[in-house]
């Protein structure tokens, strides 16, 4: 069953925590992003990667990490440096990366600060 | 820069209805543009990408048509249904996807 999975579902963090959030694919995409979704606004990127062991900041990158060591893995830390952390967020994958191909989404994390 | 809006922001409409949602663009330099669905709650569901040399593309009860000179794009959904309702998101692609905030849209039987 290809997709893509977004682990977990609800996630709660305390002030000065660092947390992360785990996205998996198994299409063999090369290239994966992790977007922000808040109430009433679009989608805002905050980091993405277009080939294993690389990855470029999105608009959004202050207080957040990543890392892709594996093609099928994109972790995103989210830093106690992010000072309004409560969000939805998803991760995506696209065969290349680059303007023409289509990206597939994951059922996304909601992340909660108490 | 990029910016992608989208009217109506929310819509509600009876069970049957033909609809037009609409999503526009500031600058037509763009590759392809997608549409999603995105569910209460839940990640979003690619329906249609449209390339930038095309002008529509069609997926069941689902049209999207493509004006890049006039940076608009519209989605027609044919005979709605109560399993339409969620929202609809359009984004443009550069080197990633700029999204538009969406239309939320109830179709009530």
């Known amino acids: 069953d290809g997709g893509i999975t977004q682990s977990p579902k609800y996630l709660f963090r305390k002030e000065g925590q660092n947390v992360t959030l785990s996205c998996e694919q198994n299409?063999?995409?090369?290239?994966m992003y992790w977007y922000r979704q808040d109430p009433g606004q679009g989608l805002r990127l905050i980091y993405y990667s277009q080939i294993v062991n690389d990855f470029q900041k999105g608009d959004i990158a202050e207080g957040y990490s990543v890392s892709r060591e594996k093609k099928e893995s994109f972790p995103l830390t989210v830093t106690s440096a992010q000072k309004n952390p409560t969000a939805f967020y998803l991760c995506?994958?696209?065969?290349?990366?680059?303007?023409?191909?289509?990206?597939?989404f994951g059922p996304g994390t909601r992340l909660t600060v108490l | 820069k990029q910016e992608v809006t989208q009217i109506p922001a929310a819509l509600s409409v009876p069970e049957g209805e033909n609809l037009v949602l609409n999503c526009s663009f500031t600058?037509?330099?763009?590759?392809?543009l997608q549409w999603f669905r995105q569910d209460p709650g839940k990640g979003l569901t690619s329906l249609l990408l449209i390339q930038s040399s095309q002008r529509e593309q069609t997926s069941g009860r689902l049209n999207a048509s493509l004006d890049k000179s006039s940076g608009r794009s519209t989605l027609y959904i044919a005979a709605s249904q109560p399993g339409d309702s969620a929202t609809y998101l359009c984004?443009?692609?550069?080197?990633?996807?700029?999204f538009g905030t969406g239309t939320r849209l109830q179709v009530f039987p």
């Open positions: 995506a994958s696209s065969l290349l990366a680059g303007r023409y191909n289509e990206q597939f």
């Open positions: 600058d037509s330099a763009i590759y392809n």
């Open positions: 984004a443009v692609s550069e080197i990633t996807l700029i």
């Open positions: 299409l063999n995409h090369d290239a």
